[in-house]
Structure formats: structure tokens, C-alpha cells
């Protein structure tokens, strides 16, 4: 059973940083598309960052403040959320794509994304 669990979720202020992990269980996504996403009271799930062997994508919004990176061995997948700001609060979600990736095709498509975790909250008070 494949399973992603996200966890370094938590209320700071803004400015601070934090980092989430998510460890994935059951398979290896190496060749595999990995993403974060995230949602906001009210709002749809939106793309923050992703990453397929040395490619990173990231959305506008968070571009220069956040870091995604991977470790194959350990199978697991990071962000790195500097700077904060009140805006970034939301539950964020790990993703993983179930098919190696093809070398082409959109990253921040949800559609893509096979397996999710359970989501992490972080919340950024001004």
C-alpha cells in the first residue's frame, strides 16, 4: 500500500521558516513526478512547487521563498517555506505521480498526480 505522510506543519509568524517532509511508503517515485500543493480555507487546492529527476517548477506566488528537493534513498520529498507570509496558510499536500515521468507534459497539473498525503497546516500570523 502506497502511502505519503507529510509532517512539519505548524503556526508561525511572518517572516519565520519552516520545512515539511513527506515520506513515502509502499513504492519509489524516483523516475516519478513529486509535488507540494496546497489549500486554503474556502479556496480550491492550488500547485506550489514540484519536482521530476534535477527539474524544479514553482508557482509565481512563492518563487525565490520556497525550496523543493528530494532524497531517493530515503524516499522522501521536502519544501523548504522561507519568508513567510500571512498569505501561505493552508493545509499542504505531498503528491506523487504513479507513472515515471515521460520528459514532457505540465507539472502543476493535480490531475497528474496520482498518490496524496493527508496534509499538513501551516499557518503564518501577521
Known amino acids: 500500500q502506497v502511502q505519503l505522510v507529510e509532517s512539519g506543519g505548524g503556526l508561525v509568524q511572518a517572516g519565520d521558516s519552516l520545512r515539511l517532509s513527506c515520506a513515502a511508503s509502499?513504492?519509489?517515485?524516483?523516475?516519478?513526478?513529486m509535488g507540494w500543493f496546497r489549500q486554503a480555507p474556502g479556496k480550491e487546492r492550488e500547485f506550489v512547487a514540484a519536482?521530476?529527476?534535477?527539474?524544479?517548477a514553482y508557482a509565481e506566488s512563492v518563487k525565490g521563498r520556497f525550496t523543493i528537493s528530494r532524497d531517493n534513498v530515503k524516499n522522501t520529498l521536502h519544501l523548504r517555506l522561507n519568508s513567510l507570509k500571512p498569505e501561505d496558510t493552508a493545509v499542504y499536500y505531498c503528491?506523487?505521480?504513479?507513472?515515471?515521468?515521460?520528459?514532457?507534459?505540465?507539472?502543476?497539473?493535480?490531475?497528474?498526480?496520482?498518490?496524496w498525503g493527508q496534509g499538513t497546516r501551516v499557518t503564518v500570523s501577521s
Open positions: 519536482i521530476v529527476w534535477s527539474a524544479t
Open positions: 509502499g513504492r519509489t517515485f524516483s523516475n516519478n513526478a
Open positions: 503528491a506523487a505521480d504513479g507513472n515515471p515521468f515521460s520528459g514532457s507534459g505540465t507539472l502543476w497539473q493535480l490531475s497528474r498526480y496520482n498518490y
